[in-house]
């Protein structure tokens, strides 16, 4: 294992997932914790950081004191911050440096071994190390940075320590992958044999002495979190594990009786609930966008509630979590503002009283796919674009009625499946349509029409975190528009939404 400490990068994610993907497993730790050091730990990465290493205020743990237990290598901030606790000077740049340079002057160096000269490698810093402590060895430069790497001295600690100025995990620095591996595997001895199967192995494993004759009970929503988790736990426990799948009535077309089919090919023991009603009835009159998502929690807590006591003697909670929830983050600002509360189903370990499997929780989403396809998890499933826990019911600006669930129902279900026909579903991260709570005027045939607007979207994106949207030909919009218009009573207009996020979102409440 490697350990990342994080002093509040927007890269520091990139370097575990670097990591990941060099099949060894890594975590990422708040830098303001102490390291504990286990035996299976190999190494440790500083982050990048907002802060400089000569603000008052700047995080700054003993360094060497690591090195005595495990080899370091500093990116940015951490390379700063080493120089700087061994003697060294680290000043303002004269040019904030932003983007590609180019390394020079290459030292022999395992961290630099099969790097050759003019290797690209990307900057953002606005701080450098002005003068290494003494004894330490510059092993790169760039043109306008004397100091792009360098090593401690040998005696310095027991173990090597590294730093560089640049990100070798960003895809513009071409051979960061190559350091990062030469690191982990060459300087720190860490082996590459974490993979999905033995993920999957070590995992059910790990559930079945945490369970052991127990019961767990688990919501899952169709989604890729859920059916992996439940099926590792099913793995773990097989009659063991209860699933409950709640129809909220915010479900995309037919997506109830499909998913529960899914599920019962997957061999996982679901019960659904029809609940419709009662989100209909509690949801009438609403429009809110944070009011209704705390009632679709709500009721969703409810029922799943009343489900879960009915299973004798269960003293286990499956949950989907992965890891992007569970990092904790270092802010130099301080808590961020609310723009919508995304953890709709948030208060249910807290309501449960159970002890808590997470079998996702130190995974990301790509790798949640690669062990779901390990599993041999359906396509349906894995390649499905993400959708809000609230569903349908924050994509009907204002209030939601049942009327209005189905119109959008249809519209959403010939967008989606014109996207799968044109091949452009799985090009895109995420569409869908918006019900908008506007109406004008039309003529079709000799009527005059007075019905609703559909917006579709669609965007690329990573994470969510950020999103383009997605540039869908022309003709296909034409063609998606003129089937809803056609097919879908009540509604007489399309548009498209061209925004991207920031500074709009990706969903429109
Ligand atoms: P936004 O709209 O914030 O969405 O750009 C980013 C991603 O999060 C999804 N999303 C939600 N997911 N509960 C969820 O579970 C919610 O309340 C919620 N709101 C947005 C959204 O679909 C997108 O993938």
Redesign the pocket.
């Known amino acids: 294992k490697i350990l990342i400490l994080d002093f509040g990068s927007q890269y520091t994610q990139l370097i575990a997932r670097s990591i990941r993907e060099l099949n060894i497993y890594c975590e990422i730790q708040p830098c303001t914790k102490p390291v504990q050091y286990e035996a299976n730990l190999k190494g440790i990465i500083l982050s990048g950081s907002p802060f400089s290493v000569n603000d008052a205020t700047a995080p700054k743990p003993d360094i060497k004191a690591m090195a005595d237990h495990l080899p370091v290598l500093g990116v940015c901030y951490g390379a700063q911050l080493i120089a700087q606790q061994s003697g060294g000077e680290v000043g303002k740049s004269t040019h904030r440096e932003y983007g590609r340079a180019h390394l020079q002057s290459i030292i022999s160096d395992p961290l630099l071994a099969t790097i050759n000269e003019g290797s690209q490698v990307w900057m953002s810093h606005s701080d450098s190390v002005k003068h290494l402590p003494e004894g330490f060895t510059v092993i790169a430069k760039t043109e306008s940075i004397p100091v792009a790497a360098y090593k401690a001295k040998a005696d310095y600690a027991k173990n090597a320590v590294y730093g560089i100025q640049f990100h070798p995990e960003v895809t513009h620095s071409t051979d960061g992958k190559q350091l990062l591996k030469n690191f982990v595997v060459d300087v720190c001895g860490a082996k590459q044999d974490w993979t999905p199967a033995t993920f999957i192995q070590e995992t059910v494993q790990r559930i079945k002495d945490q369970v052991g004759n127990g019961k767990v009970v688990m919501a899952l929503s169709g989604g890729v979190d859920s059916t992996v988790a439940a099926t590792l736990i099913s793995r773990a426990v097989g009659e063991n594990l209860y699933c409950i799948f709640v129809d909220n009535g915010l479900l995309r077309k037919n997506e109830f009786e499909q998913v529960l089919d899914g599920y019962k090919h997957l061999g996982l023991n679901t019960k659904g609930i029809d609940a419709r009603e009662r989100f209909y009835t509690e949801l009438a009159g609403v429009t809110d966008p944070e009011k209704k ?1 705390k009632i679709i929690g709500r009721l969703f807590i409810d029922v799943f509630h009343d489900e879960a006591i009915k299973i004798q003697d269960v003293h286990f909670l499956g949950q989907g979590t992965i890891y992007p929830d569970v990092i904790e983050s270092v802010s130099v600002h301080g808590p961020s503002v609310t ?7 948030g208060g249910l370990p807290e309501i449960m009283h159970m002890d808590l499997v997470e079998p996702l929780r130190f995974l990301f989403k790509d790798e949640v796919r690669r062990v779901g396809r390990e599993l041999g998890i359906d396509q349906m499933f894995l390649g499905r ?6 569903g349908l019911g ?1 994509r009907i600006l204002g209030a939601v009625s049942e009327d209005k669930v189905q119109m959008l129902q249809e519209a959403d279900a010939i967008y989606t499946q014109a996207l799968r026909d044109h091949d452009l579903y799985d090009k895109v ?2 569409a ?1 349509a918006i019900l908008l709570p506007v109406q004008s005027v039309g003529v079709m045939g000799d009527e005059r029409t007075y019905e609703f607007t559909v917006a579709l979207r669609a965007v690329t994106s990573v994470d ?2 950020t ?1 383009d949207w997605a540039h869908l030909p022309h003709s296909f919009l034409a063609k998606v528009s003129n089937d809803i218009i056609n097919q879908v009573k009540g509604i007489n207009r399309v548009v498209y939404d061209i925004s991207s ?1 920031p500074p ?6």
């Open positions: 998502r723009i919508k509360s995304h953890h709709n189903v674009h993400p959708f809000p826990g609230p924050i991260w995420q869908g969510g975190m999103a996020k709009a979102t990706i969903e429109w409440e």
